[in-house]
Nanobody
Framework: QVQLVESGGGLVQAGGSLKLACVASGRNFVIGTMGWYRQAPGKQRELVANITRAHNINYADSVKGRFTISRDNAKNTVYLQMNSLKPEDTAVYYC????????????????WGQGTLVTVST
């Protein structure tokens, strides 16, 4: 079993910054790509950014130049530095990881965190 725990959400004024973190924990697993998704009220969940183990990165066009994703493989942790926040960034942000688990049998799983709320005020 693998668990993802997000932190760092909160309320910030437009133009401000927040840094999210997500830590993966468990036993008998390895982490591949990790990413951040968000879901705003009344909208579908969308990819914000993801990053491979080799640190190849993909960003949504809406956050390019403002958000930075990074990871620490030794700590199984992914971060999202969010700068120049806009009201339209308001959403629940979810951490995602592609995990290979070995118990009870080797297989690939998509694991999600519980989400952390980011609210950007006008």
């Amino acid at each position: 079993q693998v668990q993802l725990v997000e932190s760092g959400g909160g309320l910030v004024q437009a133009g401000g910054s927040l840094k999210l973190a997500c830590v993966a924990s468990g036993r008998n697993f390895v982490i591949g790509t990790m990413g951040w998704y968000r879901q705003a009220p009344g909208k579908q969940r969308e990819l914000v950014a993801n990053i491979t183990r080799a640190h190849n990165i993909n960003y949504a066009d809406s956050v390019k130049g403002r958000f930075t994703i990074s990871r620490d493989n030794a700590k199984n942790t992914v971060y999202l530095q969010m700068n120049s926040l806009k009201p339209e960034d308001t959403a629940v942000y979810y951490c995602n990881a592609g995990c290979t688990v070995f118990i009870p049998t080797p297989r690939y799983l998509e694991v999600w965190g519980q989400g952390t709320l980011v609210t950007v005020s006008t």
